[in-house]
């Protein structure tokens, strides 16, 4: 039986209804490039403030083009579609692939970004300057600079990943 935040699909796939995005059951998402779920990850602005700078790829000596961080352990898993937004700039800059489960990388205390997942970026823009409006996500009625407000990572669905894949291209 169907919760209020779920429904039948055609060919008895279920929908589930979470954050406003609607999400295929796993077996369906699993078609979509390989990809089982997709994000899209805030960086900058952090405990200091601070945005990334538009020659992003020197912070952490390459640190984004190989992982991302966290406070605490995020739910993405390998496989997972992801897209890299630069907080306070209003755009994101890169797409790719989770390629790990998070991991602590370093000590309570040490940071305030302990846990990482590994990423591998299929497109990525040098500059951010040059990256594409966050606004260009907005799909089916979702605000998407609304959303990932004051949040680190949040869902996307398979639309929105697939429009941001092709801005980038």
Known sequence: ????????????ERIYTRYGVE?????????VRGMDDFWIKALGMGARDQQLPD???????????NAVTFAGRSGMRPGDGIVLYASGTGVFFAVGEVTSFPYRFEEAGATDWPWRVNVKLAQAREFLHDGVPLNMLNIDGRDVPKTIKRRSHIRLSEREYEAAVSALS
């Open 1 to 12: 039986m169907a919760s209020r935040d779920e429904e039948t699909a055609p060919e008895g």
């Open 23 to 31: 999400m295929q059951s796993a077996r369906s998402r699993a078609t």
């Open 55 to 65: 020659d992003w790829s020197g912070v952490g000596e390459g640190l984004f083009h």
